[in-house]
């Protein structure tokens, strides 16, 4: 006999203003999180590590691009 697992995979709202309106869960506790919350402490982190020198100016440039890229070539 075989066992089946089958899994679901939420899909994201539709937004209305083109901002990230779908939810994040936290995979070990299961918390629903709202994408704008998740999206400004992604940001504010990034801002925050190069403020405080942990990242180089040049690299979080580099890596906040390649967000903005990532992110709208997969809502196309």
Same mark, same amino acid.
């Given at each position: 006999?075989? %066992? ?5 995979? +939420?899909?994201?709202? *539709? &937004?209305?203003? @083109?901002?990230? &309106? %779908? &939810?994040? $869960? /936290?995979?070990?506790? #299961?918390?629903h999180l709202p994408g704008k919350v $998740?999206?400004? +402490?992604?940001? #504010?982190? /990034? !801002? @925050? *590590? =190069?403020?405080? #020198?942990? =990242? %180089?100016?040049? /690299?979080?440039? /580099? !890596? @906040?691009? #390649?967000?903005?890229? +990532?992110?709208h070539s997969s809502s196309s």
């Amino acid at each position: 006999m075989t %066992d089946e697992v089958t899994t679901t995979k +939420a899909k994201p709202k *539709a &937004s209305t203003n @083109g901002a990230a &309106s %779908d &939810s994040y $869960v /936290l995979p070990v506790v #299961g918390v629903h999180l709202p994408g704008k919350v $998740v999206n400004v +402490a992604f940001w #504010g982190g /990034l !801002v @925050g *590590a =190069v403020a405080l #020198g942990a =990242v %180089d100016p040049p /690299l979080g440039i /580099l !890596v @906040g691009a #390649g967000v903005v890229v +990532a992110r709208h070539s997969s809502s196309s």
